[in-house]
């Protein structure tokens, strides 16, 4: 997709500060991290959201960070995964993204 951002993050067309890449999915800090550790992990392929994306696809995905965070003291400390769908989940990137925050105490839902 030539008008993705995140397609372009892929390309190497925008720069982006990498934590992880198979040849399937990678992983890069998040520009405005909203935890002290914040990572967006996407899909070589392009995909718009979960909803669309392949369960092969998501699979890897699902490996991709379960081998990220048990790799350092994400796993240990725990962590939170959430993808944003549409317009009242807030996506603002087209490209399917999971967000995974930790590094320190998150807030609850409703705390
Ligand atoms: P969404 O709002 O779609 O769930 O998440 C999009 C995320 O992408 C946001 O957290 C935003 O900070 C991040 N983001 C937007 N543009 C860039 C960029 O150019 N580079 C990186 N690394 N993250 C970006
Ligand atoms: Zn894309």
């Known amino acids: ?11 190497g067309e925008i720069p982006s500060d990498k934590v992880f890449e198979n ?6 800090k998040d520009i405005q991290p909203l935890a002290k550790e914040h990572y967006l992990f ?6 718009k959201n979960v ?3 392949s ?3 998501m699979a890897q995905v699902f490996d991709a960070i379960k081998e990220f965070t048990q790799s ?13 769908i549409n317009q009242h989940g807030c996506q603002s990137v087209f490209h ?6 930790g590094g320190e105490q998150l807030k609850g839902f409703g705390s």
Request: aromatic share 8%; proline share 0%; glycine share 4%.
């Open 23 to 28: 040849d399937h999915v990678i992983g890069f």
């Open 72 to 84: 350092n003291e994400l796993e240990n400390n725990g962590f939170r995964v959430v993808s944003n």
């Open 55 to 57: 369960r092969d696809d």
């Open 1 to 11: 997709m030539d008008d993705c951002l995140f397609c372009k993050i892929l390309k």
């Open 96 to 101: 399917t993204h999971f967000h995974v925050l």
């Open 51 to 53: 909803n669309e994306m």
């Open 42 to 47: 996407i899909h070589r392929n392009h995909s």
